[in-house]
């Protein structure tokens, strides 16, 4: 009975390895989508390719809550800068999102009189608006 038994188990450990090596490996082209637990779409891991009236858009809907945005004077306004991890994010604002909806999972916050858009999985900025 103690056979039968090992065998069931080493052949249930075998189809689970077998099954993980079957799925792929994350390579760089390869890495699952991350998803935005708040809005549940898939955040962008590239630069943004946005055109000038997309973020003539994004600017100008982001510009009334100016004010309330509050970022720390260390955010680097560079594409492919990384963010420091304490820096408050915001959503863009949903009459920016209906212009540009490539930008879906991508946050932002102001820094140097710029709206710095940031991909909040990798901290990362992905493109820079300035005024």
Request: aromatic fraction near 4%; proline fraction near 12%; charge should be positive.
């Amino acid at each position: 009975m103690t056979y039968v038994r090992r065998g069931m188990i080493g052949v249930a450990l075998g189809a689970l390895v077998g099954q993980a090596a079957a799925q792929p490996a994350a390579s760089p082209g390869n890495e699952p989508p991350s998803v935005d637990p708040r809005r549940g779409v898939t955040a962008p891991a590239a630069q943004l390719q946005l055109t000038p009236e997309q973020k003539a858009a994004i600017f100008d809907a982001v510009r009334p809550a100016e004010g309330k945005v509050k970022a720390p004077g260390n955010v680097p306004a560079t594409v492919g800068a990384q963010v420091p991890p304490a820096t408050e994010l915001y959503f863009l604002p949903d009459n920016a999102l209906a212009t540009a909806p490539e930008a879906k999972g991508i946050k932002y916050t102001v820094a140097q009189n710029r709206v710095v858009l940031v991909d909040p999985t990798t901290m990362r900025v992905v493109d820079v608006i300035p005024q």
